[in-house]
């Protein structure tokens, strides 16, 4: 049987966040000093205290109903969508660039090695950084224009998380089975078991996946912050846009004050390869319209000692799909942790 998969209380745990969430203890906030929580926030007066407390109530009951509501709006989907590029939702290897084949037969070879992968990567973009060709570029079209299509379409659609105003979570449409999936398993494992194994790159059983998007218009870049993974892969698709590099600082535990950041060049079909935990932002494009693919990879066996986002045991309720990648040890359905 399946292990169970969890997401976290959004009520009873003190590790009330997920990716990009404020960073506010929801449980300490509700039952705690104020004085501890809220006035180190900024809070002074009677109505400010009320409008953070509705705030933060509103957040939880967001948090509670995410996974029904993603459930609802992929059925929906499934219902009424239909398609431009069929053959997009499923991986093949011919949408792959030969340099990423390579690099995978390399890895799934008994004399794989680190140093051996290293080799044959593009660059080490920053530390622990990688950068290097995932798709051809013609399937990088057809993937954007697969999802133009469906953001044309009438049918619902879901914010990818609370950073990114304009994207399309891609378990809903239809691509976890047979793309995200088997790129994970088959594809992307193989490398992060060689360059991640001390952060759970050599058990990776569950992601979130999503596309997102810049334009002039819309969103034009993403402040610093790290991800709600073990290991993630950002793979720029197009399509015409100048500027918009990512940059990258230090893990997370590191103080801002004795970090410093590299601007790492992100080109369309290159993927960059970084630990879910690494301090990153986008810089704002300058023209154009930018879409990438985001995989937030996670491994059970890492975040069930302590959430990644809180440093904290996790106190966990049954979710929807994947959720936020804990498991439980009793058999049952996924869980997440809000």
């Known amino acids: 049987m399946s292990p169970s998969r969890f997401e976290l209380d959004s009520t009873t745990s003190s590790s009330a966040t997920t990716c990009n969430e404020s960073t506010l203890n929801i449980s300490a906030a509700k039952k705690g000093p104020k004085t501890t929580v809220l006035r180190n926030l900024g809070c002074s007066t009677d109505t400010e205290f009320k409008d953070i407390l509705e705030k933060i109530e509103k957040e ?47 890895c799934r070879s008994d004399e794989a090695s680190k140093e051996g992968l290293l080799s044959l990567m593009q660059t080490e973009a920053a530390a622990r ?59 992307l494992q193989p490398l992060t078991s060689l360059l991640y194994h001390d952060c759970g790159g050599c058990y990776l059983d569950s992601h979130k996946a999503f596309m997102v998007k810049y334009d002039m218009h819309e969103d034009l870049d993403l402040s610093y912050h790290y991800d709600n993974a073990e290991v993630t892969l950002n793979v720029s698709l197009g399509k015409d846009f100048t500027e918009g590099n990512l940059y990258f600082g230090d893990m997370r535990q590191v103080p801002l004050s004795e970090t410093a950041c590299t601007e790492v060049e992100h080109k369309v079909t290159e993927g960059i390869l970084h630990r879910g935990q690494h301090m990153h932002g ?5 023209s154009g319209q930018r879409w990438n693919l985001i995989v937030w990879m996670r491994a059970s066996q890492e975040r069930n000692k302590l959430c990644p986002m809180c440093n904290k045991m996790p106190t966990l309720v049954e979710g929807e799909g994947f959720a936020d990648g804990f498991t439980s040890d009793i058999g049952m359905s996924l869980l997440q942790n809000v």
Do not use: W
């Open 282 to 286: 986008a810089l704002p494009i300058s």
């Open 60 to 106: 939880v009951e967001r948090r509670r109903s995410l996974g029904v509501k993603s459930a609802e709006r992929a059925a929906a989907i499934k219902e009424i969508y239909k398609p431009l590029h069929d053959h997009v939702y499923l991986l093949h290897e011919s949408y792959m660039a030969p340099e990423f084949k390579q690099m995978v037969d390399y």
């Open 129 to 187: 950084v990688f950068r290097f060709p995932v798709f051809k570029k013609i399937f990088c079209d057809e993937l954007i224009e697969e999802m133009e299509h469906f953001e044309q379409s009438r049918s619902p659609k879901g914010r990818p998380n609370t950073m990114n105003n304009y994207g399309i979570l891609l378990n809903e449409l239809g691509f976890d089975e047979g793309f995200i999936i088997p790129l994970r398993e088959q594809y």
